[in-house]
């Protein structure tokens, strides 16, 4: 049995674990076995059947994929998406770069390469440019974009288990389990553990804006299913909200599969690909208005709906507010460059997340208006016939030991 190390540096991006797990799962565990080296927190996420090895918070993790990679006679190495940018332990792109000392083990060494090339963006959240490092060219690069040309250490990739359909009977069953309410459409809205961490610093009354949304949904037959690491105690409000924690990786695509409709502000989250692949109607809320813009017209429309709307100082309109496609950091130029590189530019709908009678409509197209959702389904269906000409997991593993 070929023996795979997974390496996971971070403990707040868990598209990183995900992709990691989907591995695993599309590799099984006939002809492979699986280790992590990831933090003692998520432990509780990984199949009991493999191996863990975790790294202390003041330790190098270095120190641990040396050690976990000698203890398992690993045969391949991969890093998630984020782990060589904190190879030295540190935080950021700016001082994460790859250890001679791993880069000098006699095992093949993979990594998810999510920037796909791109080594610069800018953050607005931090007004600032980050930049991280290539990967080094005897690393394999592992890409999921639907591209099919390939380099020396380039390899695209499909993972089988995203397009599998859930039967209705299947779907009621996951859905009752919720305790969600069996009469009303579903609408998934997950929020990653980060981008609720940061927004919660910065723009505290976000999540007033996200209830008076869905609180003034005029679709009565739609209830809105939120996945968040805490309790988010804004939505109390909301009739239609039901709340529930983080899921494993296999449960919450299980979820994902049982919805009507997937919800997202982050337009570069992983669960964002897997809706579109799997052909589930999806909208984006994102944010046009820029309030160091004085003179828009349409930032003074804004400004006079949030002096109607809102009561109180909104941190998230009147302190700072920019354009954003992934909240809470903007990133437009990064989704932009997403979009083209995975042809999603006509598998979703967006819609201004201040613009509730635009939220509201757009709900009720996907709900109702059968031409609205069946042309979304076809485009998410072509860019599903372009994932299922990539490699499989398990070819590209034994591309890699054969060289």
Known sequence: MERILFIITTNVNMGDLSLCLEWVNE?????????????????????????LFFYEKDLHVKKSILEAASTFKADVIVFASNSYWNIRGQKGAETGIWDDEILNLKIPLLSFDPLEGLTEFYIDLWDRKASYPPLPENIWSLRDSPNTSSTSNIRHFRILKRFEQLTDTKKNEILKCLGVDMKKKTVIFPIAKNCYLDSRKVFYDYYVQLARLFNECRTEAVQFLILAPEKIHEFDICKNVVQIGHQSNERFLEILKASDIYLTDCGV?????????????????????????????????????????????????????????????????????????????????????????????????????????????????????????LQSPASIIEEVLSR
Do not use: W
Request: hydrophobic letters at 35%.
């Open 27 to 51: 590799l099984g565990r006939k002809e492979f076995q699986h280790a992590f080296v990831l933090d003692r927190s998520l432990q509780h996420i990984i199949p009991s059947e493999d191996t």
């Open 269 to 389: 989250a992983s669960s964002f690909l897997h809706a579109m692949s799997s052909s589930i109607p999806s909208v984006l809320l994102r944010n046009s208005y820029n309030s160091r813009d004085k003179v828009c017209e349409d930032n003074k429309r804004l400004m006079e709906f949030s002096q109607k709307k809102i009561s109180g100082k909104i941190s998230f309109i009147f302190d700072r507010l920019y354009p954003y496609q992934v909240f809470p950091y903007g990133m437009v130029d990064l989704f932009n460059y997403f979009e083209k590189i995975y042809h999603t530019e006509e598998c979703y709908l967006p819609v201004e997340v201040f613009e509730s009678d635009n939220f509201s409509n757009k709900i009720s197209s996907l709900l109702s208006d059968t031409q609205t959702r069946r042309s979304l389904i076809d485009n998410c269906n072509e860019l599903r016939s372009l994932f299922m000409k």
